[in-house]
């Protein structure tokens, strides 16, 4: 018996500027303009995706003490951004990242208890923790743990905020003009949480809202991520994009949750995924040259290998050889605030590949950058794409993507019009939405659904 077709979830990056964007091209528009994200949720609710999604940025980048201008110059507020949005769209879910380390249970679950009553069940939260003592000079507390403590804050920061979420059942209000009477239970809303993390006591404000508890997602790729993941979270981000690679996370990830009660369909599976479209697979393959290219300026390029480098290489020419001096090995970085320099743990082991790759490809400094960073993930004419994301999705590499267009705020569009049709005519992706909540759209159980059963049987037998 053939294996039923899984039905692909797509959903939206919206991701202000960095290096995948191309803020300088003449169709970009503003990446903190109202008018932008407004643009670019109604594209997505349009084609039915999903979700919107937004990352979180607390603190400029610096390269050299300076704010690293070719990349990320500001972001709005997540919920401010989420918050209305929620105006402008009616299915849409909202998904924002908000950090474990630096904010607080209470103010975190009230804000997204809140997102979710305006949005009619729409929102999510991305859990993340901080890894430098950088981004955490803007906060009090200094920012920075260890990363076994990050975890630990933030599975207690999650289950906390839980916690706030259930001290309302959802029948608390009875609002009875006749009597005057408004509160069925004069508890509601009562919480006390003592923990390694968090000693709180009092009552939660805002009551339960139409998904009971936000959607939450997890980025965290380490072990103690998945684990994570694996225990507490409804969705995981995954950066991988070969199938190859994608299928063992999927493997690795959906294994992890028998151990905690959960089934494989508990949890979705969606990496970030990059596309460049052409009216055939050749002319695609040309844009997305250009594309790089523009992704990756001269000036661009030799900031790249200063994280690497880990000095000042502003006197080379991007367009000419690379250093053959070695990099600098030092606890402190030229990059500050950037996580990708956690990646180079070796910089002149690197420096030394690297090397040889130019050598060997007559490579300068700009085409080795183009050539080792990211790449676009699907390349080729809409029914090449469509094919090929299908091909992902039924073979368990993953259960959809978060697209992340090049173009903001207009790059949504050709995949909106010109991908999705043909998902749509193959029969795994939606026609039109099922329901009202992001849970419904991803097909995740309500989370009072077992309480509301329970509850029924106890009527039943009394």
Do not use: C
């Not at 110059?73 to 401010?80: K, N």
């Amino acid at each position: 018996m053939s294996k039923p077709l899984k039905q692909i979830h797509l959903a939206a990056h919206f991701p202000g500027v960095n290096n995948t964007t191309v803020w300088s091209d003449p169709a970009a528009g503003s990446h903190i303009e109202f008018s932008s994200f407004a643009h670019f949720a109604r594209t997505a609710e349009r084609a039915k995706f999903d979700f919107l999604f937004l990352a979180e940025g607390l603190r400029l980048r610096e390269q050299g003490g300076k704010i690293y201008d070719l990349d990320v110059v500001g972001r709005p507020d997540t919920f401010t951004v989420l918050a209305a949005l929620a105006a402008v769209t009616d299915r849409l879910g909202l998904t924002g990242t908000i950090n474990s380390t630096f904010n607080e249970p209470y103010e975190v679950a009230r804000q997204f208890a809140s997102l979710d009553h305006l949005s009619g069940g729409r929102a999510a939260w991305n859990v993340v923790t901080s890894w430098d003592a950088f981004t955490g000079e803007n906060f009090r507390r200094g920012g920075f743990l260890p990363q076994e403590e990050r975890y630990s804050r933030a599975k207690e920061f999650l289950a906390t905020a839980h916690e706030l979420f259930d001290s309302w059942h959802g029948d608390e209000i009875l609002a009875d003009q006749a009597t005057g009477t408004f509160l069925r239970d004069a508890r509601a809303g009562a919480f006390r949480h003592q923990g390694q993390h968090f000693d709180i006591e009092g009552r939660f404000n805002v009551p339960r809202s139409p998904q009971g508890r936000p959607v939450i997602f997890q980025a965290g790729d380490s072990d103690e991520g998945r684990e994570f993941a694996a225990a507490d979270a409804d969705a995981i981000f995954s950066r991988y994009a070969t199938l190859r690679e994608g299928q063992a996370f999927y493997t690795d990830v959906k294994s992890r949750l028998a151990k905690y009660g959960r089934r494989p369909e508990d949890l979705l599976i969606l990496p970030a995924a990059t596309f460049v479209l052409g009216d055939t697979d050749e002319e695609a393959a040309e844009l997305a040259h250009e594309v790089r290219r523009q992704q990756v300026s001269g000036a661009t390029a030799i900031k790249h290998l200063e994280f690497v480098w880990n000095r000042d290489l502003s006197a080379y020419d991007p367009e000419g050889p690379l250093p053959d001096v070695d990099p600098v090995v030092a606890e402190e970085h030229i990059s500050r605030g950037r996580a990708q320099v956690r990646m180079y743990r070796d910089p002149v082991a690197i420096a030394r590949e690297w090397r040889e790759l130019a050598e060997a490809n007559k490579w300068s400094i700009r085409d080795l950058v183009i050539n080792t960073g990211n790449r676009q993930t699907f390349i080729g004419s809409p029914a090449t794409v469509a094919r090929t994301i299908n091909e992902f999705v039924q073979a368990d590499a993953s259960d959809g993507f978060i697209l992340v267009p090049h173009i903001t705020p207009g790059g949504l569009d050709p995949f909106a019009d010109r991908v999705v049709p043909l998902l749509q005519e193959q029969g795994v992706f939606r026609a039109d939405y099922e329901g009202t909540t992001l849970r419904d759209h991803l097909g995740l159980a309500h989370p009072d659904t077992g309480r509301r059963a329970a509850a029924g049987a106890e009527r039943a037998a009394s």
